[in-house]
């Protein structure tokens, strides 16, 4: 055997303990680094809870007028053959005008929150990191200042994206099957177990997107 595939191989074996070992070493610290992940999401929902209750009160009756406005069509379509519309008419017309209303005020809303805690964060966390790091080159600052930033953006966009995308899904879930189950409980747990699929996949996507990245 020559020497040359003996270096090969070798090669080969150091390749794949290192990989193996990096593998173990990723599975052991992410959920040290998730837990202080959602913990830092949390704390800034908390330290941020006027904004927070402001959006997810101004969420809820989005969802609700956005919900009400499709009941008063099915009343108005159901109206048409006999004439009698009534106030329907009248009520269709301002949950229409009044629904666009609540989610553009929702946007700048979330908005207003997330450029101001993204300045603010980033502002107090490259404060800290340069105590931390009284002394260092021009090349270690720069690259502390990409983590810090890369991280405060983590955590803004995560909190952004749960007010904006997660909490209204929820929101509208919770309401749809409330109405379901008072009117028909079957049809409510029919809604409900449905919903395990996407969330099944969910999981599923999220499993594989952390293997791809590992």
């Known amino acids: 055997m020559s020497d040359n595939s003996i270096s090969v191989r070798a090669l080969r074996c150091s390749l794949v303990r290192y990989v193996r070992t990096a593998k173990q070493a990723t599975q052991t610290a992410r ?11 949390a704390r800034v929902l908390l330290e941020y809870k006027l904004y927070s209750v402001a ?92 983590r810090t930033v890369n991280a405060v953006g983590g955590i803004t966009n995560t909190v952004y994206h749960v007010l904006g995308s997660f909490t209204p899904v929820i929101i509208t879930v919770v309401m749809v099957a409330g109405r379901l189950l008072s009117y028909n409980r079957l049809l409510g747990v029919l809604y409900l177990v449905t919903l395990v699929i996407p969330a099944g996949m969910t999981v599923v996507f999220n499993r594989s997107l952390e293997s791809l990245r590992d």
Do not use: C
């Not at 959920?31 to 999401?41: E, I, N, Q």
């Not at 989005?62 to 109206?79: A, M, S």
């Open 55 to 146: 959006v997810l009160a101004l969420t809820a009756v989005q969802e609700f007028t956005g919900l009400w406005r499709v009941t008063l069509l099915g009343q108005f379509i159901d109206r048409l053959d006999s004439g009698a519309l009534g106030y329907v008419v009248w009520l269709f017309l301002a949950a229409s005008l009044l629904h666009p209303g609540l989610v553009r005020a929702n946007i700048v809303l979330r908005h207003k929150m997330f450029y101001e805690t993204d300045f603010r964060r980033r502002v107090e966390w490259v404060l800290e990191v340069a105590d931390k790091r009284a002394s260092g080159g021009s090349e270690e600052a720069g690259a502390a200042y990409e």
């Open 31 to 41: 959920p040290t680094l998730h837990s202080a992940f959602l913990r830092d999401v």
